[in-house]
């Protein structure tokens, strides 16, 4: 059985950037894409981009292009998204989610991170 | 991108009754009348969403059977054949055709 622990509830101020862990275990890490969604009251669910992370190759939707970053370490079965230059409206909950078949839907999901940004 | 607009954005029903929410795309999510690449999902309050659907009908691992699937093309349904007081939820489709987009969920009161 599959699962993604996603790292604590942070709070940061505008213009600085914040990483956001995701450890998976249960599954072999390397075998499943890990994408990573966004969920706020105005916007809803926004699908933030994937990560392989086996080769480490990644993809992010274009209005996230530029300011977001995925990595991995295999080593601890982890993957990591980094938002830089943030903003009050990207205050939110992050999730990663595993994509449960290649090109298919998310059957694993992390807890969420909460994201507040404020001065 | 592609667009994927559900209805009603939300619906009180009563136990026991059907509740059928709506989803409809901008595009075809069906490869050649075989594979549909849309899927549904329960969020709880707190909880991250839960795969309910997948494949347009296919229901995940030990998802309730009142819970169903159908459409094709640009047009999906998802219905609760009898709703339970823990179907009330906030539901989204999911297209993933091209890259991934969700609908803007659908609020189930009893």
């Known amino acids: 059985q599959g699962q993604l622990v996603q790292s604590g509830a942070v709070m940061k101020k505008p213009g600085t950037p914040v990483a956001v862990s995701c450890a998976s275990s249960?599954?072999?890490?390397?075998?499943?894409?890990l994408h990573w969604v966004r969920q706020t009251p105005r916007r809803g669910l926004e699908w933030v981009g994937w990560?392989?992370?086996?080769?480490?190759?990644?993809m992010y939707a274009h209005q996230f292009a530029g300011w977001v970053t995925f990595t991995r370490d295999t080593s601890i079965k982890t993957a990591y998204m980094k938002l830089t230059r943030l903003t009050s409206d990207d205050s939110g909950i992050y999730y990663c989610?595993?994509?449960?078949?290649?090109?298919?839907?998310?059957?694993?999901w992390g807890q969420g991170t909460p994201v507040t940004v404020s001065s | 991108d592609i667009v994927v607009t559900q209805s009603p954005e939300s619906l009180a029903v009563s136990l026991g009754e059907r509740a059928v929410i709506s989803c409809r795309s901008s595009q075809s999510l069906t490869w050649k009348s075989k594979k549909h690449y849309l899927a549904w999902y329960q969020q709880k309050p707190g909880q991250p969403p839960k795969l309910l659907i997948y494949g347009a009908s296919i229901r995940g691992f030990g998802v309730p059977g009142r819970f169903s699937g159908s459409g094709s093309e640009t047009y999906f349904t998802l219905t609760i054949s009898s709703v339970q007081a823990e179907d009330v939820a906030t539901y989204y489709c999911q297209q993933y055709y091209d890259v991934r987009t969700f609908g803007q969920g659908t609020k189930v009161e009893i």
């Open positions: 990560i392989n992370p086996a080769t480490g190759d990644t």
């Open positions: 989610a595993r994509e449960g078949e290649s090109w298919g839907p998310f059957d694993y």
């Open positions: 249960g599954y072999i890490f390397t075998d499943f894409y």
